[in-house]
T-cell receptor
């Protein structure tokens, strides 16, 4: 039930864009995106609850394609502060409440 | 507004020992979940506590147990430690009202090293 994230790693220059994908073989109910910097706790970015929903947070936004059972995180005009590991956490239809299944993460490095 | 707090920050134990980790949820939250994060992996769900009871449990052996107190704080206990238990242990809190819409907030974690 663990969602699959791609790519595993991304290296960017400041100002460049990136897309991180999170897909599942099981019907997704919600997708939660987090960013974790080395040695720190995962920090909540946003949650998507229904198919087609898009949410934004500064220059970071996300979409949820229920038919494709996939969510994508978009980082535009990346900043140095965006560096870290991005995780998607998913809940599934029919699963018990409140339990997040996390992907293995995508490591994003932004260089000046 | 205090966020999720965890103690201790770091812990070193030897195989066979027992350990207790502590978590205080974010103000206003009543549900605590524990996750284990091995190096280079995403967090794995251990169990969740609400109203001082274990509501659900992930695929972890009985060596992993927990407790929730009336003030909603929680403890994670691990007995008979194995080398493979070395990991970052994260506590996350939320409100029980609507799990599918509510956000889980993570604490800074406890780094456990088993020698």
């Amino acid at each position: 039930q663990q969602p699959v994230q791609s790519p595993q790693a991304v290296i960017l220059r400041e100002g460049e864009d990136a897309v991180i994908n999170c897909s599942s073989s099981k019907a997704l109910y919600s997708v939660h995106w987090y960013r974790q910097k080395h040695g720190e706790a995962p920090v909540f970015l946003m949650i998507l609850l229904k198919g087609g929903e898009q949410k934004g947070h500064e220059k970071i936004s996300a979409s949820f394609n229920e038919k494709k059972q996939q969510s994508s995180l978009y980082l535009t005009a990346s900043q140095l502060s965006y560096s870290g590991t991005y995780f998607c956490g998913s809940t599934f239809r029919g699963s018990t409440l409140g339990r997040l299944y996390f992907g293995r993460g995508t490591q994003l490095t932004v260089w000046p | 507004d205090a966020g999720v707090t965890q103690s201790p920050t770091h812990l070193i134990k030897t195989r066979g020992q027992q350990v207790t980790l502590r978590c205080s949820p974010k103000s206003g939250h009543d549900t605590v979940s524990w996750y284990q994060q091995a190096l280079g992996q995403g967090p794995q769900f251990i169990f969740q506590y609400y109203e001082e009871e274990e509501r659900q449990r992930g695929n972890f052996p009985d060596r992993f147990s927990g407790h929730q107190f009336p003030n909603y704080s929680s403890e994670l206990n691990v007995n008979a430690l194995l080398l493979g238990d070395s990991a970052l242990y994260l506590c996350a809190s939320t409100n029980v009202g609507a799990f599918y819409t509510d956000t889980q907030y993570f604490g800074p974690g406890t780094r456990l090293t088993v020698l």
